[in-house]
Nanobody, 115 residues
Framework: QVQLVESGGGLVQPGGSLRLSCVVSGSIFSRSTMAWYRQAPGKQRDLVARITRTGSTDYTESVKGRFTISRDNAKNTVYLQMNNLKPEDTAVYYC?????????WGQGTQVTVSS
């Protein structure tokens, strides 16, 4: 059974950085599109960044130039490097795997940006 386990969240001051990691068990990682979503209290879950199996990336406008998504197929891991964090980045961040009709989620990791 494929599982996604996120880590790396926490409390950081505005302007700070965090790196989120998502480790995927099983053998489908390298064939999958991976993404990070986030959900703030009372809001819907929104796409933050996505990376295809070939390494193509796209980002939501509000994080362009600040966040970088990357993957290491040898480690079955996708990363989200977040720099220059802002209070509006505060949310639970979820890792998502997409392969065909299969869509799997991690349990989420809290990111809080506050002074």
């Amino acid at each position: 059974q494929v599982q996604l386990v996120e880590s790396g969240g926490g409390l950081v001051q505005p302007g700070g950085s965090l790196r989120l990691s998502c480790v995927v068990s099983g053998s489908i990682f390298s064939r999958s599109t991976m993404a990070w979503y986030r959900q703030a209290p009372g809001k819907q879950r929104d796409l933050v960044a996505r990376i295809t199996r070939t390494g193509s990336t796209d980002y939501t406008e509000s994080v362009k130039g600040r966040f970088t998504i990357s993957r290491d197929n040898a480690k079955n891991t996708v990363y989200l490097q977040m720099n220059n964090l802002k209070p509006e980045d505060t949310a639970v961040y979820y890792c998502n795997l997409q392969l065909g009709l299969t869509s799997l989620w991690g349990q989420g990791t809290q990111v809080t940006v506050s002074s």
